[in-house]
């Protein structure tokens, strides 16, 4: 058990720069800023098709 060597953590659990946080919840805001602009409480939702049955329903399957 003394051969075993410690591996260094993976790149996806080491932290991000901090101007790259920054980015992504720039770009979050945006989207959200965006999807409130487009006001869709009141779009009814689109219809579905369900491939197993070959319809198409209303909002879920």
């Known amino acids: ?3 075993i060597v410690p591996r ?3 790149p996806s659990a080491q932290a991000a720069p901090p ?3 920054a980015a992504t919840a720039h770009h979050i805001r945006a989207v959200i800023s965006a999807l409130d602009a487009l ?3 009141d779009t009814p939702p689109a219809p ?3 491939a197993r049955q070959g319809v198409t329903t209303g909002a879920t399957i």
């Open 1 to 3: 058990m003394d051969d």
């Open 8 to 10: 260094p953590p993976s």
């Open 19 to 21: 101007d790259a946080v």
């Open 39 to 41: 006001e869709l409480g």
């Open 48 to 50: 579905v098709y369900d």
